[in-house]
């Protein structure tokens, strides 16, 4: 029997492991995906919806003059962190200006708002619907949400690439407060 060089036999191993690998998935075999497969191929719905925030990247217009800009620049998004963080600064260059920074926490999405009212409210997604995140308190700093008015949940409905329209509650006195802020923003052109 002829004797096979040790060198060429390992760099055979090596170039058939990936094969053999392939061969005993079942994805490669055209069986369908188990369900915990395609979960893991699925984006979570906290990295979709981040994603989607990242797309609003740029200046966006006061639509309506809900946020007394009306046809100014009202709210600028940035993405940073690498990507994994998107910037909302509201009001940018006034005396209200306003960040509210979103991010992942594992599977969730999730914000904390730097109010003009001096507390960092944090919020949870707690539904992405087709164009529509909900967000909900999920704690904060400078506030007690018993008694503190706060900003408490932020509805934003993606429209269209060019335009959303967002809704942020607040509360005071541990029940929703008098103030919901709407604001109905498009893109600026050019």
Known sequence: MAQVDPRIGSRLLVAALPLALAAASP?????????????????????????????????WVDVDGTMGMKDQVAVTYRVTGAGSAVVETDFPGTAHEMVTV?????????????????????MRAKKVAGDVIS?????????????DLHMHSLRIELVSPDELRAEWTSWAGGKPGDHVAKFHLKRKKG
């Open 102 to 122: 979103y991010h992942r926490d594992g599977d969730d999405l999730v914000l904390t708002h730097y109010c003009a009212a001096g507390n960092q409210p944090r």
């Open 135 to 147: 967000f909900d308190f999920d704690g904060g700093t400078n506030l007690d949400p018993a008694k």
């Open 27 to 59: 994805l490669s075999a055209g069986e369908p995906a188990s369900p915990a497969a395609a979960a893991v191929a699925a984006p979570a719905p906290a990295a979709s919806a981040l994603d989607r925030l990242k797309a609003l990247a740029g200046e």
